[in-house]
C-alpha cells in the first residue's frame, strides 16, 4: 500500500501559508504589547511592613527582604 500523502495535509499555496504564518505572529504579538503596556503603568508598592516574625524566618531560611 503506497500512497503519494505528504507529511502535512495542507494545499495552500506559499502565498496563503506566508500570510497565515503572518496572521499568527500579529495575533501572538497583541497580548504581549498589552502585557507590557499593563508592566509599564504598574506603580512600586509602598508601605509594605515586614513583622519582626517574618524578618526572622527570613533569616532563617537565607531570604533577603527588601529594605534589610
Known amino acids: ?3 503519494q500523502r505528504l507529511a ?3 494545499l495552500s ?3 496563503e501559508m506566508a500570510a497565515d504564518g503572518l496572521a ?3 495575533s501572538l504579538t497583541r497580548p504581549l504589547a498589552v502585557a ?3 508592566l509599564a503603568r504598574e ?3 509602598r508601605g509594605i511592613e ?3 516574625a517574618a524578618a526572622r524566618l527570613a533569616g532563617a531560611m537565607n531570604l533577603q ?3 534589610d
Open 1 to 3: 500500500m503506497s500512497s
Open 8 to 10: 502535512y495535509d495542507d
Open 13 to 15: 499555496t506559499p502565498a
Open 24 to 26: 499568527v505572529q500579529a
Open 36 to 38: 507590557a503596556r499593563d
Open 43 to 45: 506603580q512600586p508598592k
Open 50 to 52: 515586614v513583622s519582626e
Open 65 to 67: 527582604l527588601d529594605g
